[in-house]
């Protein structure tokens, strides 16, 4: 059950005749954020008036922007609010209390209950018109750099209508890496084993009546042909498609014994919740091992590389230091200096397919197209240039057939400008990553990790509007 609270916020309570600094930066942050509007999306996830009284929106979502602000976990951003005015304050309490707010496990249903497409609503509605005066500073310093004739006739260029394109768009993609521990394929065998041998365990409880004995798994035995393994330095091609051989015997016998005991009338609904989610995933994962083993390749579709968490899928990214990463891959916009989150992605998506989209989201935003979209030498396919053509939208990146030498030094120019203004999104990927906690997301759940995706680029646009505001000393907030 939920229940709105009044509007506003006029003031808190605290003790020893204290009162808020109007400059403090939560005091400020708490100006700038919709809680109107976060708490009409947030109110549709209860469809009744009975059961518990539900914490408000403003408590939810604020406690996950400090989270991603300050990269708590969920235990200290519960103690921080716990002991700080300020942070109750941007929470919409009342009054400064000692109380815990809420336990710290509310924090999952919390980024259930705020998805990411409801940041991505809130971002567009707090940050477009800021992106909007940036690009109306970009025209107006453009005009200003232009030609003699245009500063000889600016009567006349006001009466011009606005341009139907305006503004540049810098689109790129980038990944954030999920907390799993590096997957090998015998490692997630051996995985598989461990927890099948669990759950044997528990399925052999219920039926131990009905057999004359305990079917034999061998799990001390295939436990010293792992550690062999791993506890070698360097491994032969022979070894590893030995060892490798030896678990998925181990598996496959694990599988059958579990399938044995469930004819016998053993029950999944025993198990514990994680043994019983796993259960599939380590079927799936098995046969694409097989599979693998089989043909002698090591690519299969939609490729297991974590059992806890089946949705993680390697993302080949081509980087000297990372070639391939594991976790969502996310494509953005920027514009004016602010990200707008286009996609979130748990496959490996090309990035130039997004392209297209990513325009029209941007058309749907500010009411027109860009002038411009830069991007890598990725997005300059055909199809992207076909799509920008019709829309009189500039491509960046060179052009296709042959060309003198004159315009091939034009173009060179050019690559760089954009090269250069391009940079822009790569420090912006670094400033979630770094100082937001985005280089590992520690949530468990697909739906969760998007939701702080997406928060910490809200984050970071904050940050670049708080950054960009005038203090303003001559307001007092609240006196005990």
């Known amino acids: 059950m939920y229940r709105r609270k009044i509007p506003g916020q006029l003031q808190i309570e605290l003790p020893f005749d ?3 600094d109007p400059n403090n930066r939560w005091v400020r942050l708490a100006g700038q954020i919709p809680w109107d509007r976060i708490e009409e999306e947030y109110i549709k996830n209860f469809k009744g008036c009975e059961g518990q009284l539900a914490k408000s929106a403003r408590l939810a979502f604020g406690a996950l922007y400090i989270q991603m602000s300050e990269g708590y976990t969920d235990e200290k951003t519960r103690d921080s609010i716990q002991e700080n005015p300020y942070l ?3 929470c919409g309490m009342e009054c400064f209390t000692t109380e815990p707010p809420f336990d710290s496990s509310m924090m999952v249903r919390f980024r259930l209950r705020i998805p990411a497409e409801m940041i991505k609503q809130i971002t567009a509605e707090v940050f477009v018109p800021d992106a909007l005066k940036e ?6 310093e453009g005009q200003k750099k232009g030609t003699k004739e245009l500063e000889s ?3 006349k260029a006001s009466e011009e209508p606005e341009p139907e394109n305006r503004g540049t768009q810098i689109v790129d993609a980038t990944c954030c890496p999920q ?3 590096f997957p090998t394929d015998i ?3 051996n995985h598989a084993r461990e927890l099948l041998e669990m759950i044997i365990d528990w399925l052999y409880i219920s039926v131990m009546g ?3 004995y305990k079917p034999r798994t061998y799990r001390k035995v295939a436990r010293k ?8 330095k360097k491994h032969t091609k022979k070894q590893i498609r030995s060892t490798l051989k030896k678990q998925l015997q181990y598996v496959a016998r694990d599988l059958r014994i579990v399938d044995y005991l469930l004819e016998k009338g053993a029950s999944l609904l025993e198990l514990p919740s994680y043994l019983y989610k796993a259960l599939p995933t380590i079927r799936k994962l098995y046969c694409q091992q097989q599979e693998m083993f089989d043909n002698q390749v090591h690519r299969c579709d939609d490729r297991i590389v974590s059992i806890a968490q089946p949705h993680v899928r390697p993302i080949v990214r081509g980087k000297e230091n990372r070639p391939t990463e594991f976790g969502a891959k996310v494509a953005i916009s920027l514009v004016g200096g602010y990200a707008f989150v286009n996609d979130i992605s748990w496959d490996n998506v090309p990035e130039a397919s997004l392209l297209p989209e990513s325009g029209e989201e941007y058309k749907k935003m500010f009411g027109f197209y860009p002038e411009k979209i830069i991007g890598d030498r990725v997005y300059a396919n055909r199809n992207n240039r076909a799509w920008c053509k019709e829309r009189g939208i500039h491509l960046s990146g060179p052009r296709l057939g042959r060309k003198s030498e004159e315009v091939q030094r034009e173009e060179a120019i050019q690559i760089y400008k954009d090269g250069c203004e391009r940079n822009a999104v790569e420090g912006k990927f670094g400033v979630v990553k770094r100082k937001f906690s985005l280089d590992l997301v520690m949530t468990k759940l697909p739906e969760t990790s998007e939701t702080m995706i997406a928060m910490g680029f809200f984050v970071a646009n904050m940050e670049r509007k708080l950054s960009r505001m005038v203090p303003h000393n001559a307001i007092v907030l609240s006196v005990a």
């Open 187 to 189: 490692g997630l065998l």
């Open 153 to 155: 006739n600016k009567e």
């Open 179 to 181: 907390d799993i521990k």
């Open 225 to 232: 042909d792992y550690l062999a393994y791993a506890k070698t």
């Open 210 to 212: 009905l057999l004359s």
């Open 135 to 140: 690009i109306q500073i970009r025209e107006r």
């Open 18 to 20: 204290l009162r808020l």
């Open 88 to 90: 109750q304050y941007f």
